[in-house]
């Protein structure tokens, strides 16, 4: 007969690490999406290889003080659900208090941090989930964690890796919805020793889509807004002059946080139905606000997806939105000031 027996933590996290960190893009989406929620007004990401050598991520966020450092690396730990209730109106990126510790699992991780009351800094070191002990050190207000050797402990993903160029698309691709989903918030990224984006902060949000798409993108915005009372929508679509062979620049915000969605992009497509030549693809920017409990963000351990209660409603809403303003239009408006 064999015998039952229960995991040891460490395999735990480093299983848990096998849904939510895929590759170095996940690792980067995980710790961007932390800093948001730390409150930073400048988040810095830095990358090496790929991200397979290194990725650090700095903010200028709340921090931690060091007795609450080890509990960051712990599983199921987080500062985010005060409550038990909260988990039913989530209002940060993260709550489920799995990703540094399943990161730490898969890595050697090194955190520094210092919260704005601290005299001192804390810093915490993991290799493969082994912890050392918490030691002070020197460092400014706000979190660095930086990541080598990722899935040093696990060749079968390691060996998965793509080259190093493909690795810092999907990471350039995470930094660019985490930073389209923030304007407020300065975003640096370097790749190596070369800054591949200084993006100051902004409150115009067709400046942060021009930073990353252009002038031809972003002189084509046309801006959108519609408020059911429920459902908000604001941001843009572009004329249908300039448009994409494939559904990749369409950018779906709800509650700020990122998602893919397959029926609201059929309702962007329905939308633009008769403007486009079939296999264009409109291109959009979308941000959407809906009360939080019309919304379960928890079925996906990425939360790349999620789902409405009421999905039909909000495909109408994003459909209508868009007929509206098309038909209000000439195609051929811009972007005013303030936009
Ligand atoms: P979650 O984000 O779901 O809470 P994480 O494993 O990503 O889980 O992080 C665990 C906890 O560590 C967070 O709840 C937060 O309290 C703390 N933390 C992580 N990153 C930062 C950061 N950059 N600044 C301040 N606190 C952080
Ligand atoms: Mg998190």
């Given at each position: 007969m064999?015998?039952?027996?229960?995991?040891?933590?460490?395999?735990?996290?480093?299983?848990?690490a096998?849904?939510?960190?895929?590759?170095p893009?996940?690792v980067?989406?995980?710790l961007l999406?932390?800093?948001?929620?730390?409150g930073?007004?400048?988040?810095?990401?830095?990358i090496?290889?790929?991200?397979?050598?290194?990725?650090?991520?700095?903010?200028?966020?709340?921090g931690?003080?060091?007795?609450?450092?080890?509990?960051?690396?712990?599983?199921?730990?987080?500062?985010?659900?005060?409550?038990?209730?909260?988990?039913?109106?989530v209002?940060?990126?993260?709550?489920?208090?799995?990703?540094?510790a399943?990161?730490?699992s898969?890595?050697h991780?090194?955190i520094?941090?210092?919260?704005a009351?601290?005299?001192?800094?804390?810093?915490?070191?993991?290799?493969?989930?082994?912890?050392?002990?918490?030691?002070p050190?020197?460092?400014?207000?706000?979190t660095?964690?930086e990541?080598?050797?990722?899935?040093?402990?696990?060749p079968?993903?390691?060996?998965?890796?793509k080259?190093?160029?493909?690795?810092?698309?999907?990471?350039?691709?995470?930094?660019?919805?985490?930073?389209?989903?923030?304007?407020?918030?300065?975003?640096?990224?370097?790749?190596?020793?070369?800054?591949?984006?200084d993006?100051?902060?902004?409150?115009?949000?067709?400046d942060?889509?021009?930073?990353?798409?252009?002038?031809?993108?972003?002189?084509?915005?046309?801006?959108l807004?519609?408020?059911?009372?429920?459902?908000?929508?604001?941001?843009?679509?572009?004329?249908?002059?300039?448009?994409?062979?494939?559904n990749?620049?369409?950018?779906?915000?709800?509650?700020g946080?990122f998602?893919?969605?397959?029926?609201?992009q059929?309702?962007l497509?329905?939308?633009?139905?008769?403007?486009?030549?079939?296999?264009?693809?409109?291109?959009?920017?979308?941000?959407?606000?809906?009360?939080?409990?019309?919304?379960?963000?928890?079925?996906?351990?990425?939360?790349?997806?999620?789902?409405?209660?009421?999905?039909?409603r909000?495909?109408?809403?994003?459909?209508?939105t868009l007929?509206?303003?098309?038909?209000?239009?000439?195609?051929?408006m811009?972007?005013?000031?303030g936009?």
């Amino acid at each position: 007969m064999p015998i039952i027996r229960q995991l040891p933590p460490n395999l735990v996290n480093q299983i848990a690490a096998g849904e939510v960190i895929e590759r170095p893009a996940s690792v980067v989406k995980e710790l961007l999406e932390n800093s948001v929620d730390a409150g930073a007004q400048r988040i810095e990401l830095l990358i090496e290889k790929g991200g397979t050598e290194r990725i650090r991520v700095s903010d200028d966020g709340c921090g931690m003080s060091a007795e609450q450092l080890p509990l960051a690396v712990t599983s199921h730990a987080t500062s985010k659900l005060p409550d038990d209730e909260s988990l039913f109106h989530v209002g940060t990126l993260g709550f489920r208090g799995e990703a540094l510790a399943s990161i730490a699992s898969v890595s050697h991780m090194t955190i520094r941090s210092r919260p704005a009351d601290a005299a001192e800094g804390a810093e915490l070191r993991i290799r493969g989930g082994i912890i050392d002990p918490v030691a002070p050190c020197g460092c400014p207000t706000g979190t660095a964690i930086e990541i080598r050797n990722l899935f040093f402990n696990t060749p079968v993903r390691r060996r998965f890796l793509k080259t190093p160029q493909t690795e810092r698309g999907h990471i350039v691709e995470a930094f660019t919805r985490l930073a389209l989903a923030n304007p407020r918030i300065h975003m640096v990224l370097t790749n190596g020793e070369k800054v591949v984006y200084d993006l100051p902060p902004t409150e115009r949000w067709a400046d942060r889509i021009e930073a990353f798409f252009g002038g031809e993108v972003s002189d084509s915005l046309i801006s959108l807004e519609s408020d059911d009372g429920q459902i908000r929508i604001s941001g843009y679509a572009c004329d249908p002059a300039v448009s994409r062979g494939n559904n990749r620049m369409q950018y779906l915000f709800l509650n700020g946080r990122f998602i893919r969605d397959r029926s609201l992009q059929h309702a962007l497509g329905e939308s633009y139905r008769g403007l486009l030549m079939s296999g264009r693809f409109p291109i959009a920017f979308l941000r959407m606000q809906i009360p939080p409990e019309m919304v379960d963000v928890n079925v996906h351990p990425c939360k790349l997806e999620v789902r409405f209660t009421d999905g039909g409603r909000i495909y109408s809403r994003v459909l209508q939105t868009l007929r509206h303003k098309f038909l209000s239009t000439d195609m051929t408006m811009r972007v005013g000031p303030g936009g």
